[in-house]
Structure formats: structure tokens, C-alpha cells
């Protein structure tokens, strides 16, 4: 369970605005990479001795910004491009809740990259700080695998949409691409449902239980990130045109779209998860039932049994059965009569 | 489970407007069917070397698209009437969320119709998208069976009120078909649930635990295919008389009223499945109960017996008993009396 | 559970505005009664030969439409009064969820007529559709016995404010009798569930399990029959005074008042019965805890018995305790400590 | 369960506004005390030949009517200080829900008081109606006992901020004491609590069964009431300044915040009887458990001997064991090693 | 339990606005500590002769009041400041709904300061007012320890942030400082859930029964507190620049969402109590069923077992068996092959 705590809060009592890194390290060394563009540019370089390059209009600058546990890196890059204390805070912040902030130099956006690891049963999640400011890019995060690499793939080719249009395009296929991630984590969740509902009721092991403690946990999880981050896609569709240009708006509506039916799936899992859960409560419960079931019928079937041939083991000196020459044949014959009628009586109750 | 996951999901990183079909082929050959009316007109015929109709007013022109999985049909369609690339991708993205969406070139809705399997306790859904531009309606479907037959018998009708009415009262009709058919799913599952309470109460099987589970997700499931199309009909209700005319708004109106209680029925439903699912669990409990009492009375009468016959079986020298000449009666009256006394005793306490 | 789908829906398909009626036939013949009354007139007649009184103003026209099956009748009013199809199509569709829709040439209004058979533990509804136009108010039903006799008893005193006032006020009437119905019939269920509630806590009869699951459902009918209702009591205090006049308004907003009282006590007998059923669940469970309780002391007593009856009847040759003259009679003590031990033991754990 | 029906239904049918009385008579005879006060005069007398005052501006008259079941003096007050007859129905009908009126002629507001008895774990309500109109104030119950004896002690002090105040002051003090006694019920109920909690978790008493059910529907009961009159509360605060002066709303507001967290705490208790309810459960089982663990290692230790003592009972002719010297002796071992073992086994296993 | 009701009400009928204290003590002698504040200037020393410093434009002046047992303390600074009376009781009255309330003097904020003690599962929780007036602010507790000391640590460095700034964002630290505290009893909430759930999962200990009670007590205490106290965020934010500066409203809009994230938390805290509550429920059926079947094993071996040699144990002169040499021995084979097959059998049924 400590997978829900991958935060490490900040000691109370420190002024707003300190910078200190929050969650796990995870690369060695931080990475900057710069990527240029417009439509007929595509450059990207790694930063170098602090030259930062300067958005102009007509392209798009976006920085790619890889290790926020480098604080003074954040430190100089807020400062290199007027971001608000508060924002760089929240980068450093790991474990926040997706939000959106509309600042006077720019929009923050923060929110998480999921992944998951059925083995484990268990979903891995990456903060991501978004930075979108005129003609600028910046994304924050501390190793989210080549995640945005398809992203500079699809910039490579020459014709491609994303070549024409602005920072607010680049934005969109950012958070598109997120998205994209949640539908395929979902499915693997469903599958994972599916392998235990198939445990319970075909191969009857129970011991499914802590597996179906831990999913509901994931599933909870889930909840509590993507219902914040539809907040955040209904701020970014509310945003005016000066951050957002209209026909971006379209993408990002339909991207709202998308994760309000991500939010639905969830709700639907949730209710899954317990649908599961009661199953095998009353799994336990039949079980449970049909052992006793057995006992009563052995009991039932032998204890009668017990006393007959205890009966014929007393010692009184006038026991007239013990004489007679076929009596002991007879027992044995009483005692069958008993056996098969038990076994009758049981099948008829349909215990058997 | 897996019936649960129609869907396969694009691979992420994909372009936006990426045209990638991801549900399950079910027809061979795809299939366009052209449906042109008015007044006193009406023609039918199969699309012919990409020859598209030409909306014009006054009539009204349906298409009717079986088979989405052809994609270069469909992108075809797509650029022959100016239907944005996200309406595309939309079509192809089987799986989506219920949803309208309004563009500058016509409005597109997606929307399932559904179909209860009894037999094996499932719902099918198929998704339809529908796109609606000045006299002009095109519905895109994999395989609707003839959903969409009956329309046109009601057209053939020469003083149809479809006839004399324009391309949104033609989008009502269909929709209100689709609307028809979840009352008859819904029918079917009430069907099914009352099967299963008659199973839990009368006929004492608990087997069907799989099957309350089961359908407890169907249920689930038609709840959030309901929700996000009672939002539709709410989006349809307030678009503007550009679209769709003043007098169909009373129908669609009335429409909407009727999905409304399709969605208070679900909710009905799902308490109802969830009450069946307590009555079962109870049901378990209570049979456990009564076998344990089973036991406990057999138990209580015979353990005592059994040490009565073991104490006249030992073999002690001195034990007078063993020599009275009715020594052996009386232990068969006092077993006797034990085992009539016990009956009553648990007659009176209502356990037999 | 038949009984929540006194429903039979209408084939899909058929155009909308088609007129099926979709309910259970209860009266042999439909039968109109016309009711015409001023502050000084009244008149009472049954409809003959076809001839529909028209409204005028100054006099309130009261039609009283008893047998919805006969949908040559129900057309006939329709056409005779300008009511739109679709109110029509409404009337006939029996299981409808309670609405109001207003149209330019009245008001119409559905809901349920609500009574509770204890003996069945079953809601009997009968659904009422009202239409108000000017001068003239219609209510449409298959079968609700006398319901409105008591209406007209009212009118027929000379002073009675019903006289003086227009037909939103008999609208009002009208609704306030069937609000009235619901307060007796939640009594009723309330009598039900504290029948149920001294079943389970004083004379342990678990037997209630199904008529707990009942209750359940027809308090969850209830409930999704009242709340819509109330929307249509919201609706109608929302309605401009063309409708309903300014003093008939206050009587209507004090109607409301009532409606969301009884939504209050269903929501509340929801959880009650809730509550009920986890009673019995706990109650059952205590029981089993009980049966248990006595087999273990039973079986704690007589086991060690059984052994040490067991031992002394051994056949080994060298047993010195079978030939010591008190052996017998140690061992009946022996065994009777054993039993009065057990039996204190298990005092004192509170089992006894 | 009866308690919570102190509502006896009018007959329906009635013309609304029929003034019938339908709770418990609690007084034998109605009693009307008359205050008058302003700044520096303070008067108190019982109702005489129904001379009713007037009120008049500068004073507030305050009419304190006890015994509602006498329908004759309700109907007088209405008449003479003009009170709308729905007013007059609403303060007859006992059980109704907590509601605030706006008339042209006055305020009326209905609410309960409420007492806990601990020993019957029942909360008794009492309906008081306020009707507020320019200077006079008129509540009505059947016996609030001296629930408000305490606002005319307050009075009598002379410099008391009331009397400088007007009736909407006293409104407010009259609310503020009956929120008051909430609270004090609240701690009542917590207490109810805490005594469930310990039967629990320290004696062992799962007889607490029916109590929790009790509980449970008092808390629910009370929930039933203060929702509504939260509702009174927020529309009391929109009323302009000619009902209540702006110096009353800030304690008006006051008064508001703490309704809302009598809410707050009422929806909290019930989590906290649900999770006492739950514990219950959870301990039955967990005895349940216990008892059958007993039942278990009692018959693993003792079904063994019994085979083996039943071995040496036998009466073959050819059995070694019994002619040795030291069989006896050595069977009692191996017994004792058997008990021995088991008692560690179990240890082990944690059972003991 | 007597833990969430550390208030003692007020007895019922005291006129509004009397001061009470309704708490418990928790500081011998109470204390105000003075600091005043501006850019340059920075001075702390303890109120002495009723000498209160009076607030001015430029410098901003703090008041620490701890320990508001001390009435007269109390009302002498609220004279001194013109707090109105009614904020002045509920500075006195423990157990406050956390709340804001606007008045013309200045704003009043009521909310706690949370800490938990893991050993006895219990948040602790601190009432602290907080009145907010131009260049001034009070702050009011019993004894919120040193909670406020890191303030004035910040306060000393020159040229912090703070020192710059007026009252409200002085405000802005005090409720930062508090919410940070929020996240480190949650912290610890979670640590003690993650305990409990390895109890239950790996050590077998259901004795954690009244442990997963008591925390699910305290969450939703913690909720109860932590809702309003959102609501009371929302209203400072929405508060005009009167009260609070415009780029302090920046800092105040951070806060919020971190309240929000804990409420989300505190939400999700409650899912995961309750399914631990559940995994503890079906642990412990699932250990009844192991039992069950233990035992089930042993009477299904034993108790055949005890009827063969019962067989032999009785005294019928004809029984050729037992003069057969190997009787004896066959039997001992008998028994080992019953034994033995009964293990295979329950080996084969996944029982063992």
C-alpha cells in the first residue's frame, strides 16, 4: 500500500513558494532538451551551458525537461522564463492534484501519466507539469520514458498537422497522448477484473482476496487523479482564445470527450470491483455451506451407527440378540438399511 | 468478461484524426444504401462507382452506411460532404462515450442500439453514428440487422408524415426506433431478474450466483451507455432551429422523456439486481443455519447414546447392573426416552 | 414481480404518434361522464350520441374518461378537443414515468393513482392523465373506482369553493385527492415494515426473508414513481398564470410541500427497510452463532466421555483398575465431574 | 416503530384547508398566553373572552397558543389576525415536513423540537408553528412544556437586548432555542453511541442487536427533519428586510451555520451507527469463529482416542497387544502423546 | 468515542451572544503576545497592562491569544477591536463548524488544527479563530502548541516575503501552516491503514476489528471538519481586495486546491477503510470456512473409523471374523486403506 504515498510531504511551516522536491528520484542526471519548430523548421538540440533559447512568434519553442529533481535547473529555468514561484513549487510538489492555473505569463497545467503493472497489481504514476506561455512549451516530469518521443516522431514528418499550428496544438497532442495511456491502462485493469472473476467462479480459490483489496485500491486510485484532471480539461476548453486558438478548442473538446468516457469506465469498474467482491463473499459463504453440508451428512449417516454397534458391545449377561445365530448377519444388514437410506433421504434433499 | 471490451484501442501516439477502425468486422462487404425523398418523391438505390448524392432542398437525402470497418469508404464519405477528420476518427473509435457534437458543416450524434442475449445473460450494443446536415442524414453502422428497415417500410408509406417532413424529423425516427428497442432490452432483463428471484426463492438453487453477477454488470453497463445519451437528447433539445424545426422539437421533446425513464428504470434495475444479490446471500445463510441445526440435533441425540452403550461395554468386574435380569430393557427405555425427550425438546424449540 | 411491468410496450417501429394502448383492459366498457358546472350550475351527464360539450368561459367543462382501452374513443376526444398526437399516443401508453408537457392548446399532465394491498405486499397503480385547456379539464384512466367521486360530492354542496373557481382549481382537486392517497398508502407500508420488524425481533420466524425483498422493491416502485412526480409539481408551480390563476398558485406551491414531504418518507423508508433486511441478515447470523454454541458444548462434553467410556472397555489383560471393587463407581464420578466442570466452564463464558 | 406514526392521515377527499387535527392530544385544555412588550413595558395575561390584541407598531404582541387539538381557537386566531387558511391546515396537521410560507399577511414557519428519551432509544418530536406577521409573533403547539418559558425570563430582565428588538428577534430566539436542544439531543444520541460501542467491543452483548436498529432509525428519523428545516433556514435568510430587519439576519446567519452543523453531525452519526452496525456483524462472525474453532480442536483430539480405545475393545482372538504387560499402560501414552501434540499443533496454529 | 465530542454545550435558553466557554482548558494562565510588523521593522513582547496596540496603515500588528478559556480576556479584546458579540461566541464555543463570516469590522474564520496519535488511533483536533481587520489580525486558541512559532521564525529573517506584506497574507501563512499539517496527519492515517491491512493480510489477526472502527471513525471525523473548511476557501476567495490583495488571492487560490487534494484524499481514505473493513469480514469467513473443513476432515476419517471397531467390539457369540488369524490384522489394513483414501480424496477436492 505504500505505492499510494510515492509523496514525501514538505516539512509544515516552510514559507509558500520554497522549492523542494517531493517525490522519488528516478534518472541519474537531468536532461533539457530543446525542440524548435515551425513549417519548415524541426530542430532539437540538448541544452547547453545555459543558453535558453528565446520563443519567437511563428515558431514553437519546447522544452523538455527531465529530472525535476535538479532544483536549481527549475530554479533557473522559472527564472529564465518568468514562471510564478507557486508553479515552480507545484513542479517540484510530486503527488499534487491535476490542476490548471491561469497565470499572467502563462497556463500551468499538472497532471499524471499512468501506467500499469498487472503482475503487481499495482499502477505506477508520473507527475507531469505542463507550462504553456506564448510560442513556448515547457513539460516537467521526472521519467516518463520515452512517452513524449512519438510526439517529436510525428514532428519529423514534414506535412505533419502539428508542424502548422501553435504551442496550444503541441499542448493538446501532449494531453491526447496521456489520455491515450489511461484507455490502454483501463483495459488491462478490465483484464485483470476478468482473470479474477474467472478464479472465483471456475477454479474456486479464494485466496484471491488480498488481489481483489489491492485492484479496488488501484481502481480508487484512478478515481481520485482522473476526476480532477476532467476539472482541468473543462478549465482548458473555458480558456480564452489568446492561450487556446478556436480550432484547437475542437481537438480539446473532443479530448474532454474522451476523458469524461475514461471518468464513466472508471465509475463502472468501481462498481465491478465490488460486484467482484461480493461474489466472493458469497462464494465463501456457498463453500462454506456445502462443507457443512458433508459434515452433517457423515455425522448423520455414522453416528446412529456408533450406537448400534455400541449397543451390541454391552456386557449385560441377558442379551438374547447375542445368542441368536444370525443376529450378528442381522446388524450388519440394519446397518446397510440405515446407510443406503440416509444416502436416499440425502440425495431427495439434494445434498448429494 | 470480455464481452465488456468491444473495444480495441488505437495505439497511443497516433496523430489525432487518425482513421483506424478498432471494433470487430461483422459484415463482408460494406454497403451504401441511398434513400431520396420528398413529398411525392422517394427513390432507393445502392451507391454506384462513388457516385454521391447531392443534397438539395426540398428533399432529403439518407445514407445509410453498413460496415465502417472500410475506412477508405468511409474517408471517402468523410471528404465528399465535409465531415471534419475528429467526426471520422469517431465513427471508426468503436467504443465511444454517447455524444453530440456540433460543427460548422452539421452535427454528428453517437449513440448505441442494443440487443438482450436471455440465454447467455448479455446485452449487445452496436454504435451508430449519425450525421446531420441541411437535407441531408447519413448513418454509419457496422451491423444493425435491418434496425433501420423499418424507417424506410414507413417512408414507402405515400402519405407518411416523414415524407412531408425534412431530415431532422428522419433523425428523430431513428432515434426513436433505438429508444424503442432499449424498452424492450430493458423488458428482458426484468425477464431475467425475475427468473432469478423465482430461482433463489422457490427452487432453492444457489447456483445462480454467476448469473446475478452477471447481470448486475450488464445492468451496469447499460447504465453508462444511458447516461451520456440522456445528455445527447438534452444537447438535441436545445440545439437551434437551424437544425432541427420547431415542430420536430416537440417529438424530439417527447423523446427525451421517454429516455428519462429508461434511465430511471435502469436505476430501478439496479437496485432491484442488488436486492437479489442480498436475498441470495441471506438465502445461503439462512440454509447454512438449518444444516448446522440438522447436525446439532443429531449430534445432541446421539453423543449421549453413545456414551451410554460405551459405560455398559466397559469392562469393569464390579458393575451390578450388567447382572439385573431386565438390565439390558432398561437401557432401551432410557435410550428411548432420551430420544423422545430430545425430539420434543428441539420440536419446541422450532428447530424441527 | 410481474407486477412492476404492468407495462406491454408498443412493437418498435411504428411511427410516433401511433395509437396502442399498452395496458391491462380493467372495465368492460369505456364510459365518459361529463361534468359542466358554474358558481351556480351543475350538471352531471354521460357523453351520448358523440355530442362533446364545448367549453365556454364563466362555466368549468369537466370530462371524465374512464376505460383508456378504446382507442377509437380516446382518438375521438383527441380530434374534438385539438390535443396534440403525441398527448394522445401518452394517454394510451400505460407505464410512463409522471410528466407535464405544456402545448399551445393546453396543459397535460401523467401520473399514478397509488394503492397498497397488504396481504400481497403490493403497490396497485393506475395511471391518470389530465389535460387542462381552457374552461376544460379531461382525465383520462382505465379503472380508478371511485377516485374522483369524492370531487364531485364536493361540488355538489352550493358554496363549495371548488364552484367559484376555474379548472386549474379542479386540476389542483383532482391532484391533491391523489397526494392525499400516497400519505395512506406509505402508512400502509409503514404498518407492513413494523409487522416485519416484530416478525424478526420476537418471534424469530427468518421466514420474512422474501417478503423483506418485497417490501424492498415496492418501496424502490414508489420511489421511482414520486420523484418524477415531483418534478411535475415544480413544473407546475413554474407555469404562467394563463394556466393556473395567481390564488389557485398558493394551493398548488402548499401541494408541493406535500409531494416532497412524501418523498422524504420514501427515502426514508428506504432506509429503513435497509435496515430491516440487515437485521434479519445479523439476526440469522446470530442464530447459526447460537446452534453452533450448543453442538460444541454438547460435543465437549460427551467426547471426553465417549473416551473414557471407550477405555474401560478395552480388552487388555493387565488392567488393574477392573478389579478394584470401587472402579465402577469412581468412574460414574469421575464422569459426572467432568460433565458438572463443563457445564460451570461453559457458564461462566456466558455460552449457557 | 410505531413512534415514528404520530401522524394520524386526514380522510382524502377533504377540501383542502379543512381544519382537521390530526396528532396526539397531550393537554386537556388549550391555553392562549398573551405577551406585550417594547423597550420599557412588559406585560403578561392569559387569553380573556376572546379579546384578542392588537398589534401595534413600537410593541411586539406575542401570542403563545398551547393545545392545537382545540380546532374551534385555532380557527378563531386565523380568523382575527387574518391567517390563510392552508396556514391554518398545516398548523393542524401534525407530521408535517419543517416548511417556511411567504403570505401577503405573514410568515408561517413550521418546525419540531426535539427530546431523546435514552431509555426507549427515542427521539419525541414536537410540531411548533410560527406565524410572524408586523409586529406580532403567534406560535402554536400541542405541549412544548416550558420550552419557552426560558425566552420569557429573558425578557423580564430589563435592559435585555430583545426588548429593544422586534418580533423577527423574537423569531429568531424562539429558532435558537429549539436549535439548541438539537444539539443536546445530538449528544444524547452520542452517548446512545459510546454505550452500543462498549456492549460491543467489551461485554460481549450481541443482544444490542435491536437497539442498533433503533438507533439507526431515530438518526434517521431526525435526518428526516433537519434537512427540511435547513431548507427553512436558507430561505429565512433570503427574506427582504420587511419580514426581518437587517440586524436579526447576521444572528439569523448565525443561526443558519449552526443548523448546518447539527446537519453535518447527524450525517455523521450515521456513518458511525453503520460502522457500529458492521462491527456487530463482524463480531458475531468473528465469535462464530471462535466457537467453531473449540468444536474443531475438541473433536481432533478426541475423535482419534476414540478409534483407538475402540481398537482394544475389539474381540479378535488373535491380538498380541493385549496379552502384553505393559500394553495398557503404553496405550494410555500413546493417548497422552496424541492430546499433548494436538494442544502444541494448535498452539502453533494460533487457535489456543 | 468520547473523543469527537470534546464540546460541552451551552445549556439551552442563554440569550444569544453569551460568551461561554465550551471547551476544555488545556493552559494554565492565558497569554497575548504582541508582534508587530512592517518592511523594517519587527517587534514581539506579551500584552501587559491591558495596553492593546492599536493597528496602523503601513505596519501590520498580530495578536496570539491562547487560551480562550479566560471569558474576561475574551471580551476585553473583543471591545477593544469591535468584534461583534456573536463572533466573540463562537471564538468560546469548541466544536464550531468550521466557518467564515463577513462582517463591516472585519472577517471572522473559525477552522482546526489536526494532529493524530497513532498509538490510541485518535486525531486530535484544536478550534482556532482567526479575525481579520484592516492591518490587524488576531488569532484565537486554547493551545495549538508552537503551531505559530515557525511564523514568527519566517517573520525574522529581513527580508522575507512576509514582512513586506499586510495582514492577509499573514492570514494566507497561518492556514498554509495549518493545511500542511493536514497532509501529516493524513500521512500518518494512511500509515496506520497500511498497518492494519498487513495485520489482517499476513499476520492473521482479526482482533483488528475495533482498530479499523476506530479509524474509520476518526476519517470520517476528519471529514466532517474538512468539508466545510473547503467551503470556508472558497469564500475567502471569493472575498473583495478590501480584505484580501489581489496577489495575495494568487496564494489563497493555491491553498484551495490544496484543501482540495486533502479532501479528495480524505474521500479515498474512506473507500480504503471500508475495503479493509470488507477484507477483514471475508478473512474472517474464510478462516470459519478452513475451520469447517478441518474439522469436516477429521469427523469423515474418524468416524467410520469408530463404527468398524465397534463392529468388532461386539459380543455376538456367531461373529466368524474374529476367530479368523489374520482378522485382527485385516482390520488394522481396513482402517490404514480408509485413512489414506480419505486423505487422497480431500487432497483431490483442494480441502488439504
Not at 56 to 67: D, F, R
Not at 203 to 220: C, D
Not at 295 to 305: A, E, G, K, N
Not at 334 to 351: G, T
Request: aromatic letters at 12%; a negative charge; one cysteine or more.
Amino acid at each position: 500500500m505504500s505505492k499510494h504515498k510515492a509523496v514525501k510531504r514538505k516539512v509544515p511551516g516552510l514559507p509558500p513558494g520554497s522549492l523542494v522536491f517531493t517525490g522519488r528520484q528516478k534518472v541519474e542526471v537531468s536532461d533539457v532538451e530543446i525542440v524548435v519548430f515551425s513549417c519548415d523548421v524541426l530542430s532539437k538540440y540538448p541544452l547547453h551551458e545555459h543558453k535558453y533559447p528565446v520563443p519567437s512568434p511563428g515558431t514553437v519553442t519546447w522544452l523538455n525537461v527531465k529530472g525535476v529533481h535538479d532544483v536549481n535547473l527549475i530554479q533557473e529555468i522559472g527564472s529564465r522564463y518568468h514562471i510564478h514561484p507557486l508553479v515552480m513549487e507545484d513542479i517540484l510538489d510530486i503527488g499534487q492534484r491535476p490542476k490548471l492555473d491561469e497565470y499572467d505569463q502563462g497556463i500551468f497545467i499538472s497532471f499524471y501519466a499512468l501506467q500499469f503493472d498487472a503482475i503487481e497489481v499495482k499502477i505506477t504514476k508520473e507527475q507531469i507539469g505542463l507550462f504553456l506561455a506564448p510560442n513556448l512549451l515547457i513539460d516537467f516530469q521526472e521519467d516518463a520514458d520515452d512517452l513524449f518521443a512519438s510526439i517529436y516522431t510525428r514532428l519529423e514528418v514534414l506535412h505533419s498537422r502539428m508542424r502548422n499550428k501553435g504551442a496550444d496544438y503541441l499542448l493538446y497532442a501532449l494531453l491526447d497522448l496521456v489520455v491515450d495511456h489511461y484507455f490502454q491502462v483501463l483495459d488491462e485493469v478490465e483484464e485483470a477484473m476478468e482473470a479474477l472473476e474467472t478464479e472465483i467462479l471456475y477454479f474456486n480459490k479464494p485466496i484471491t482476496r488480498s488481489k481483489i483489496y489491492e485492484l479496488r485500491n488501484e481502481i480508487s486510485q484512478m478515481r481520485k487523479l482522473i476526476y480532477p484532471f476532467r476539472d482541468v480539461m473543462t478549465k482548458i476548453n473555458r480558456l480564452e482564445d489568446e492561450w487556446i486558438k478556436t480550432d484547437t478548442q475542437i481537438y480539446l473538446r473532443d479530448l474532454y470527450d474522451h476523458v469524461n468516457h475514461a471518468v464513466d469506465i472508471v465509475e463502472n469498474y468501481r462498481d465491478m470491483i465490488n460486484g467482484i467482491n461480493d461474489l466472493n463473499t458469497t462464494e465463501i459463504s456457498f463453500k462454506t455451506n456445502r462443507v457443512i453440508q458433508v459434515l452433517t451428512i457423515i455425522s448423520t449417516i455414522f453416528m446412529p451407527l456408533t450406537v448400534i454397534v455400541g449397543i451390541y458391545g454391552m456386557n449385560f449377561e441377558f442379551m438374547p440378540e447375542l445368542h441368536w445365530k444370525y443376529g450378528y448377519g442381522l446388524i450388519w444388514g440394519v446397518m446397510f438399511f440405515i446407510f443406503v437410506f440416509m444416502l436416499i433421504f440425502f440425495r431427495k434433499k439434494k445434498w448429494i
